[in-house]
């Protein structure tokens, strides 16, 4: 059974700052997706990761995956608080029918 | 622009109530999915649909039933709602041939069973 394990689960941040949120996963997969939520709304799609070694970035966040890890990051460069959200990654673990695995989320809050 | 839509945001319901939570794409989708959502929990899929009239059992499919008469739409069902299953809604799809087969939710439904 696939797992999927965010770190940290709430992030508070100061305004200018790098960090670093992790998402590990049990079982081989070689596709990877980041979301990101805000408070009382739907899922919004940051990216889609297809291959080891994969890198895709978008203004300050930069995702990036290692398949033989198991382990892709999502890093923040100089935050802001408009980047205060709920960030999932999520795990294809059914390739003929696209069922993912979700992480149970990282709260991340950026403090002015 | 790709688009999901629910029913409702939000929803109210009694104990022993027949729910129906409906979802609709506008864009020829094949694979569409219901999620529920809860704090730490994040979102556990709860039925998914290939195509009309096909469903199959996601991870948490007790207490509720799908429907898929068209390919629009995926109507989620709770035959008899009960407090735990008050909780966030979200349905998601995916479009045709897209490579990387990315899912596009819809806004979701919070629904409160009392």
């Known amino acids: 059974e696939l797992k999927v394990e965010q770190n940290p689960l709430f992030l508070s941040m100061q305004e200018g700052k790098n960090y670093t949120i992790y998402c590990n996963y049990s079982?081989?997969?070689?596709?990877l997706y980041w979301y990101r939520q805000d408070p009382g709304k739907s899922l919004e799609s940051l990216f889609v990761?297809?291959?080891?070694?994969a890198v895709k970035q978008e203004g300050r966040l930069m995702a990036s995956l290692d398949t033989k890890a198991r382990l892709s990051t999502l890093h923040i460069t100089a935050a802001v608080h408009d980047l205060s959200a709920t960030y999932f990654c999520?795990?294809?673990?059914?390739?003929?029918?696209?069922?993912?695995?979700f992480g149970t989320g990282t709260r991340l809050t950026i403090i002015p | 622009d790709v688009k999901v839509t629910q029913s409702s945001r939000y929803l109210v319901k009694r104990t022993g109530e027949k729910v129906f939570l409906e979802c609709v794409q506008d864009?020829?989708?094949?694979?569409m999915f219901w999620y529920r959502q809860d704090p730490g929990l994040g979102l556990r899929l709860i039925y998914f649909?290939?195509?009309?009239?096909?469903?199959e059992k996601g991870d948490i499919p007790e207490g509720y039933s799908v429907s898929r008469e068209k390919k629009e739409r995926f109507s989620l069902i709770l035959e008899s709602a009960s407090t735990n299953q008050t909780s966030m809604y979200l349905c998601?799809?995916?479009?045709?041939?897209?490579?990387?087969?990315?899912?596009?939710f819809g806004p979701g439904t919070r629904l409160t069973v009392l």
């Open positions: 864009m020829d989708h094949e694979n």
């Open positions: 999520a795990v294809v673990r059914d390739f003929g029918n696209e069922k993912l695995t």
């Open positions: 079982t081989t997969s070689d596709r």
């Open positions: 649909s290939y195509d009309v009239k096909m469903k």
């Open positions: 990761l297809l291959s080891n070694g």
């Open positions: 998601a799809s995916i479009p045709p041939v897209t490579g990387d087969n990315e899912q596009f």
